[in-house]
């Protein structure tokens, strides 16, 4: 009962600090939703502040309302445990004839335990003071504090919108993915560490309550003169505590042998063990050598589920990781019905959901364990799941793959679904071939009706190819598993293969540069033209004027002169300058513009759309681009 108490009190203040987690993605949702509402940069300017402005007021205020509900919370709970602990060993202190001092008229204690006290309450308050949240910035992890996700991350996200760089639904799909994945986090600078929000408002209140236990015990076994201490048993405890569990222990072998003080063991972090004074030829042991021994080896006796075994730690970890998967995904749905995201894509995540609600009920009921829904409720959302007959909307459009499915790219493209095989392709690689596609369409629709096929095809060694001159873009077998692929694209990134500020979404967008190319060619854009003596592409014209801009040429003088200086001549010469003119180019596009005038068009292309800081050859990329269309449009 008194653990059931615990429980409730400590997940009560974490689903305020939850509350406070929700309030802060729903204004974050509404001051995207007002963006999307602008029409041109410089209404921008004029309503930024409106929009993004006198957030850290806002956020104070709503901490400090979440601290002052959770403060008179604690209180009661630590009440309710000094009653407990203290006053349990009261019939022992008969027993042995020692005299007991009521609570309210011992100082000693009181100020033992107020000490304690106040420095919960100072916990709780710190986990406040650094919120931010885990943000993915080309491919890598980074912990940016909540000031920072309005002043930069929100203020790039709806500037997106604005300039048209993305449409709204993109922005707030990327969002709220980011957002929801990450979760607020209470930030440890000094570490790096972080925990979502009300984990650590959680473990602070469970780490008051256990020091104040232990304190108690403590103080309890000196006033009775033992030196003995049952540690208590609970199921699924960390291996590690399972040897030491609900067996009697000296004070020494608290911290020889349980680690007490440490932060994995013993009263440590996320540990819901206490001990309690024992007393030799008094006290009867409420778990007997033999029961623990047999508990434990039920335990690490594996089952199995879709193919992997779990001992019950595992398991019980596992249930932790579908609850917070599942709270995240009931978060995302609410952040993108605030931001007026479209119905279907709403339907589709509540879909979601309900897909997780039914593997998280098979997997507890195939571990024997009990489903804590609570935990999943805590939110205080209510329903999010869908109706039986929205369930199966979704999931006959989930079976046509919408949003990424054939029938998607075929409309924006003005071809027939035929004309689009994705193959082997897994869901991200689709999403990113669709987002591919959408943004240079969105952005350059004279494609549409050029690009008349988007394929599929194994053979391909690369990422990806175009056949420009036909409108053919294909794709190879390594967009079937999208994590692999994004990780070799950012390892070319670093190398400087591929332009800086862009990610494997880029590689569409790359080969959608290649069609650009092949249209303008067409067209007889920019010195473009076909002929039957042979095709010169508008490409080569914009890779001149780029390099001149950039003072290539300047460069290339300076160093033809100082190679000469130096003695060379002749092939050497030659090979020196080509190594000027290979390393010029890898350092302002990539290693990968070296190859043709086509590759280096393409990859500027795919920085200046994708990039959030495009460098100097993008920039000038974007010019000559932009005036080349104005003449056509």
Known sequence: MRDDYKEKIASKIAARYISLEERILQDIARRIKKTGEITSTADWQINRLRILGYSSEDIEREIKK???????????????????????????YEQ??????????????????????????????????????????????????????????????????VT???????????????????????????????????VAARRAVMTGVANLTGEIADYNAKKLGTEYFEVEWHAGARPTHAVWQGRVWTKEQLYSVCGLGTVTRLLGANCYHAYYPFFPGISRRNWSDEWLEEQNRKESKPKEFRGKEYTLYEAKQRQRQMETAMRAQR???????????????????????????????????????????ERIYIDGRGRIAPSKDALKTAQKIMNTDYLFERGKIANILGVS??????GKMDEKSRKSVYNGVKKVLDQFPELRGYTKKVLYDPNIKGYAMSESMRGVLKISSKFSDYEDLKRRYNRDVRVQFHPAGTDADAIIIHEMGHQLDGYLTRKGVWGGNVSIYGTIRTSVAVKREVLQQLGYFDYI??????????????SELAEALEFSKKEFITKHVSGYANKNEKEFFAECFAEYLMSERPREAAKIFGEVLKEIMEGLR
């Open 557 to 570: 003088r300076a160093e033809r002169a100082e190679w000469t200086r130096m003695g060379y001549k002749g």
């Open 164 to 198: 048209g760089a993305f449409d709204y639904g993109s922005v707030l799909r990327r969002v709220v993915t980011q957002l929801t994945n990450s979760g607020l986090r209470k930030i440890e600078y000094g570490s790096g560490y972080a925990s979502r929000v009300e």
């Open 66 to 92: 979440t601290l002052d509900a959770s403060y008179p919370e604690m209180f009661e709970l630590y009440d309710k445990v000094i009653d407990w602990e203290y006053v349990r060993n009261k019939d022992i």
């Open 96 to 161: 042995i004839n020692a005299e007991f001092i009521p609570y309210e008229e011992n100082r000693q204690l009181q100020q033992i335990t107020d000490a304690i006290i106040q420095q919960s309450l100072e916990d709780l308050e710190n986990v406040t003071k650094s919120l931010g949240f885990y943000l993915d910035y080309n491919g890598k992890k980074v912990l940016t504090p909540l000031s920072q996700v309005y002043s930069n991350y929100l203020d790039n996200a709806c500037f997106d919108i």
């Open 331 to 373: 978060e995302k749905v609410q952040m993108l019905q605030d931001g007026g995201a479209d119905q279907q894509e709403i339907m589709l995540q509540k879909a979601k959901y309900q897909g997780q609600l039914g593997e998280y009920a098979a997997f507890s009921r195939k571990m024997g364990l009990k489903e804590e829904r």
């Open 417 to 422: 679904k035929k004309a689009v095989d994705f």
